[in-house]
């Protein structure tokens, strides 16, 4: 057995999960509604969940994106846990905050990760920035925390949208997109006009 596999999280209506035992003594460096994520090794992490169905819901997600380069690789899963890829990078939030401005290698990661979304036939075709991980030296971007990408549809990115507004950038997004790929852009301007 893992040291990993003593940890204990409990669900909290409404708030993120509490860790209730951690045993192993590893590094909690996140929590969210669903579970909490514990590094193992410069490489790989552990998210241990409270419900063991919202592990399966991301489990599921994980596995039809282990291709893409959008998402973390698995390296071994059970009952309530996953272990998989440490993603080093920088929430695209505080990225945003810290630099003030979206480069256009940004905008067109984050154009090929909504495209990916589809191509994946996910439920969910948005993220939320906090979500999106910045690995600025590889200017590239990785997508965490899916499970609810498989099974709640959402068709426009409008958590992505929302949260591109409150950092100052969308209309640069916006701007960019149009050069980079004008029918997405055409698509968003007729069904998400509110945005621009």
């Excluded at 899916?146 to 549809?153: A, K, L, Q």
Aim: net charge positive; hydrophobic share 35%; proline share 4%.
């Amino acid at each position: 057995m893992s040291a990993f596999q003593s940890i204990i999280v409990k669900e909290q209506s409404g708030k993120d999960v509490r860790v209730e035992a951690n045993p192993a003594g590893l590094l909690c460096i996140g929590t969210g509604r669903q579970g909490a994520v514990f590094k193992i090794s410069s490489t790989t992490c552990v998210k241990i969940f409270g419900d063991p169905k919202k592990k399966e819901q991301e489990e599921i997600v994980l596995w039809t994106a282990q291709n893409s380069p959008f998402f973390p690789k698995i390296y071994e899963t059970g009952s309530t846990y996953i272990v998989m890829e440490l993603i080093d990078g920088e929430p695209l939030n505080k990225y945003l905050d810290r630099e003030k401005y979206i480069p256009k290698w940004l905008t067109l990661q984050i154009l090929l990760m909504i495209k990916e979304l589809k191509n994946l036939n996910l439920a969910r075709h948005d993220a939320r920035l906090r979500h999106i991980y910045v690995l600025e030296n590889e200017q590239r971007i990785k997508v965490i925390d899916h499970v609810n990408s498989g099974t709640t549809f959402i068709s426009q990115p409008k958590k992505l949208f929302q949260g591109l507004k409150k950092c100052g950038v969308l209309s640069d997004f916006l701007n960019q997109t149009q050069e980079i790929d004008i029918d997405t852009y055409d698509e968003w301007k007729k069904t998400m006009r509110k945005f621009f």
